[in-house]
Protein backbone atom coordinates (compact mmCIF):
# COMPACT_ATOMS: atom_id res chain seq x y z
CA UNK A 1 0.00 0.00 0.00
CA UNK A 2 1.33 3.36 -0.34
CA UNK A 3 2.55 5.42 2.07
CA UNK A 4 2.61 8.68 3.86
CA UNK A 5 3.61 11.66 0.83
CA UNK A 6 4.60 15.03 1.35
CA UNK A 7 5.10 17.51 -1.05
CA UNK A 8 7.30 19.51 -2.06
CA UNK A 9 10.52 17.50 -0.84
CA UNK A 10 12.32 20.98 -1.15
CA UNK A 11 11.33 24.87 -0.97
CA UNK A 12 13.48 27.80 -1.08
CA UNK A 13 11.77 30.87 0.48
CA UNK A 14 12.46 34.15 1.70
CA UNK A 15 12.16 35.78 4.95
CA UNK A 16 8.63 37.23 5.68
CA UNK A 17 7.20 34.68 3.22
CA UNK A 18 4.69 31.93 4.07
CA UNK A 19 4.41 28.29 3.08
CA UNK A 20 2.01 25.45 3.43
CA UNK A 21 3.21 21.85 3.04
CA UNK A 22 1.28 18.95 1.91
CA UNK A 23 0.71 15.48 3.69
CA UNK A 24 -1.28 12.70 2.12
CA UNK A 25 -1.88 9.87 4.86
CA UNK A 26 -1.76 5.95 4.44
CA UNK A 27 -5.34 5.14 3.16
CA UNK A 28 -7.31 4.42 6.79
CA UNK A 29 -5.51 6.43 8.77
CA UNK A 30 -7.18 9.38 9.98
CA UNK A 31 -4.76 10.74 12.76
CA UNK A 32 -1.61 12.69 11.21
CA UNK A 33 0.84 14.70 13.00
CA UNK A 34 3.44 17.38 12.19
CA UNK A 35 7.33 17.44 13.37
CA UNK A 36 9.89 19.66 13.25
CA UNK A 37 13.49 18.35 13.01
CA UNK A 38 16.64 20.38 13.26
CA UNK A 39 20.37 19.51 14.30
CA UNK A 40 20.19 21.47 17.61
CA UNK A 41 16.32 20.38 19.11
CA UNK A 42 15.82 16.97 17.51
CA UNK A 43 12.24 15.89 16.59
CA UNK A 44 9.83 18.19 18.19
CA UNK A 45 6.10 18.14 17.93
CA UNK A 46 4.02 20.66 15.91
CA UNK A 47 0.19 19.26 15.84
CA UNK A 48 -2.36 16.36 15.68
CA UNK A 49 -5.25 16.31 13.79
CA UNK A 50 -7.81 13.44 13.77
CA UNK A 51 -11.38 13.46 11.76
CA UNK A 52 -10.55 17.07 10.89
CA UNK A 53 -10.30 18.41 13.96
CA UNK A 54 -7.07 19.56 15.80
CA UNK A 55 -6.38 17.11 19.44
CA UNK A 56 -2.80 17.43 20.47
CA UNK A 57 -0.55 21.19 19.95
CA UNK A 58 3.14 21.61 20.88
CA UNK A 59 5.36 25.01 21.87
CA UNK A 60 4.97 26.64 18.74
CA UNK A 61 4.38 30.22 17.81
CA UNK A 62 0.68 30.77 16.51
CA UNK A 63 2.85 31.20 13.02
CA UNK A 64 2.40 27.25 12.61
CA UNK A 65 -1.25 26.51 11.60
CA UNK A 66 -2.77 23.38 10.19
CA UNK A 67 -5.68 21.87 9.12
CA UNK A 68 -6.88 18.35 7.79
CA UNK A 69 -9.61 17.86 5.43
CA UNK A 70 -12.20 14.95 5.04
CA UNK A 71 -10.18 13.11 3.05
CA UNK A 72 -7.24 13.25 6.15
CA UNK A 73 -4.69 14.93 4.21
CA UNK A 74 -3.35 17.31 5.84
CA UNK A 75 -1.59 20.87 5.31
CA UNK A 76 0.53 22.80 7.29
CA UNK A 77 1.25 26.41 6.91
CA UNK A 78 4.12 28.77 8.36
CA UNK A 79 3.35 32.64 8.07
CA UNK A 80 6.34 35.09 8.30
CA UNK A 81 8.89 32.51 7.68
CA UNK A 82 12.40 32.64 9.92
CA UNK A 83 15.30 32.05 9.17
CA UNK A 84 14.78 29.69 12.48
CA UNK A 85 12.50 27.91 10.28
CA UNK A 86 14.69 26.17 8.53
CA UNK A 87 14.07 22.37 9.02
CA UNK A 88 12.82 18.81 8.07
CA UNK A 89 9.40 19.05 8.27
CA UNK A 90 7.49 15.27 8.92
CA UNK A 91 4.49 14.20 9.15
CA UNK A 92 3.03 10.95 10.25
CA UNK A 93 0.07 9.20 10.11
CA UNK A 94 -1.32 6.53 12.19
CA UNK A 95 -4.65 4.63 12.65
CA UNK A 96 -5.01 5.91 15.46
CA UNK A 97 -2.23 6.54 18.10
CA UNK A 98 -1.26 2.45 17.37
CA UNK A 99 1.91 3.13 15.75
CA UNK A 100 2.96 5.75 13.19
CA UNK A 101 4.56 5.69 9.84
CA UNK A 102 6.31 8.68 8.77
CA UNK A 103 6.60 10.60 5.42
CA UNK A 104 9.44 11.16 3.58
CA UNK A 105 9.85 15.04 4.79
CA UNK A 106 9.64 18.63 2.81
CA UNK A 107 13.38 19.90 3.80
CA UNK A 108 12.73 23.65 4.39
CA UNK A 109 15.35 26.53 3.61
CA UNK A 110 14.88 30.15 4.39
CA UNK A 111 17.03 32.76 3.33
CA UNK B 1 6.99 16.65 30.79
CA UNK B 2 8.49 13.30 29.29
CA UNK B 3 12.13 13.21 28.65
CA UNK B 4 13.19 10.52 26.83
CA UNK B 5 17.33 9.85 26.46
CA UNK B 6 19.40 7.70 24.35
CA UNK B 7 22.51 6.46 25.28
CA UNK B 8 25.54 5.84 23.71
CA UNK B 9 24.92 9.16 21.30
CA UNK B 10 27.51 7.74 18.90
CA UNK B 11 28.62 4.39 18.25
CA UNK B 12 31.36 2.47 15.67
CA UNK B 13 31.60 -1.18 15.32
CA UNK B 14 33.02 -3.49 13.00
CA UNK B 15 30.61 -5.70 11.00
CA UNK B 16 29.22 -8.74 12.06
CA UNK B 17 29.21 -7.08 15.89
CA UNK B 18 25.73 -7.94 18.26
CA UNK B 19 25.25 -4.53 19.91
CA UNK B 20 22.48 -2.78 22.30
CA UNK B 21 21.23 0.87 21.71
CA UNK B 22 19.74 1.92 25.25
CA UNK B 23 16.36 4.34 25.62
CA UNK B 24 15.46 5.95 28.99
CA UNK B 25 12.21 7.62 29.62
CA UNK B 26 11.45 9.87 32.75
CA UNK B 27 7.53 8.99 32.54
CA UNK B 28 6.14 5.08 33.19
CA UNK B 29 2.79 6.67 32.06
CA UNK B 30 3.17 5.36 28.54
CA UNK B 31 0.65 3.78 25.84
CA UNK B 32 3.73 2.15 23.60
CA UNK B 33 6.97 2.66 22.71
CA UNK B 34 8.99 2.55 19.14
CA UNK B 35 12.35 2.49 17.54
CA UNK B 36 13.05 4.48 13.98
CA UNK B 37 15.68 5.01 12.38
CA UNK B 38 16.83 7.44 9.89
CA UNK B 39 18.93 7.54 7.30
CA UNK B 40 20.74 10.97 6.31
CA UNK B 41 18.21 13.69 5.01
CA UNK B 42 15.47 11.02 4.86
CA UNK B 43 12.39 10.01 7.03
CA UNK B 44 11.76 7.69 9.49
CA UNK B 45 11.54 3.99 8.91
CA UNK B 46 9.36 2.35 11.90
CA UNK B 47 11.69 -0.59 12.65
CA UNK B 48 9.47 -2.00 15.91
CA UNK B 49 6.45 -0.92 18.22
CA UNK B 50 6.59 -2.28 21.23
CA UNK B 51 2.56 -1.35 23.32
CA UNK B 52 3.04 -0.69 26.92
CA UNK B 53 1.30 -4.23 28.14
CA UNK B 54 3.92 -5.83 26.18
CA UNK B 55 7.82 -6.63 27.49
CA UNK B 56 9.61 -7.27 23.83
CA UNK B 57 8.80 -7.26 20.18
CA UNK B 58 11.19 -8.79 17.39
CA UNK B 59 12.09 -8.88 13.69
CA UNK B 60 14.49 -10.35 11.72
CA UNK B 61 18.00 -9.72 13.69
CA UNK B 62 16.33 -6.73 15.69
CA UNK B 63 14.45 -7.22 19.40
CA UNK B 64 13.44 -5.01 20.89
CA UNK B 65 12.32 -4.89 24.79
CA UNK B 66 10.67 -2.86 27.74
CA UNK B 67 10.55 -2.74 31.24
CA UNK B 68 8.35 -0.08 31.76
CA UNK B 69 8.40 0.42 35.43
CA UNK B 70 12.13 1.15 35.33
CA UNK B 71 11.89 3.43 32.27
CA UNK B 72 14.22 1.70 30.03
CA UNK B 73 13.95 -0.07 26.59
CA UNK B 74 17.02 -1.63 24.45
CA UNK B 75 17.60 -2.14 20.75
CA UNK B 76 19.32 -5.35 20.07
CA UNK B 77 20.94 -5.76 16.60
CA UNK B 78 22.28 -9.66 16.05
CA UNK B 79 25.28 -9.73 13.37
CA UNK B 80 25.59 -6.11 12.42
CA UNK B 81 26.14 -5.05 8.73
CA UNK B 82 27.39 -1.82 6.93
CA UNK B 83 23.67 -1.64 5.73
CA UNK B 84 22.57 -0.86 9.15
CA UNK B 85 24.55 2.48 9.71
CA UNK B 86 21.90 5.07 10.02
CA UNK B 87 20.25 7.48 13.36
CA UNK B 88 18.48 5.11 15.46
CA UNK B 89 15.55 7.06 17.39
CA UNK B 90 13.27 6.00 20.56
CA UNK B 91 9.98 7.46 21.04
CA UNK B 92 7.57 6.93 23.49
CA UNK B 93 3.91 8.55 23.35
CA UNK B 94 2.33 8.81 26.34
CA UNK B 95 -0.97 7.65 27.83
CA UNK B 96 -3.74 9.72 27.87
CA UNK B 97 -5.88 12.32 26.06
CA UNK B 98 -3.66 15.30 26.38
CA UNK B 99 -0.91 13.25 24.33
CA UNK B 100 -2.71 12.39 21.20
CA UNK B 101 -0.44 11.91 18.46
CA UNK B 102 2.98 13.31 20.21
CA UNK B 103 5.29 10.86 20.24
CA UNK B 104 8.75 12.03 22.18
CA UNK B 105 11.61 11.48 20.76
CA UNK B 106 15.21 10.87 22.13
CA UNK B 107 18.29 12.66 20.61
CA UNK B 108 18.92 8.99 18.62
CA UNK B 109 22.46 6.99 18.51
CA UNK B 110 24.35 7.51 14.98
CA UNK B 111 25.88 4.24 14.59
CA UNK B 112 28.42 3.20 12.01
CA UNK B 113 28.84 -0.44 10.99
CA UNK B 114 32.39 -0.68 9.20
CA UNK B 115 33.36 -3.24 6.99
Known amino acids: KAGVTQTPRYLIKTRGQQVTLSCSPI?????VSWYQQTPGQGLQFLFE???????NKGNFPGRFSGRQFSNSRSEMNVSTLELGDSALYLC??????????FGSGTRLTVV | KQEVTQIPAALSVPEGENLVLNCSFT??????LQWFRQDPGKGLTSLLL?????REQTSGRLNASLDKSSGRSTLYIAASQPGDSATYLC??????????????FGQGTILTVHP
Open chain 1, 92 to 101: ASSVDSYGYT
Open chain 1, 27 to 31: SGHRS
Open chain 1, 49 to 55: YFSETQR
Open chain 2, 27 to 32: DSAIYN
Open chain 2, 50 to 54: IQSSQ
Open chain 2, 91 to 104: AVLNAGGTSYGKLT
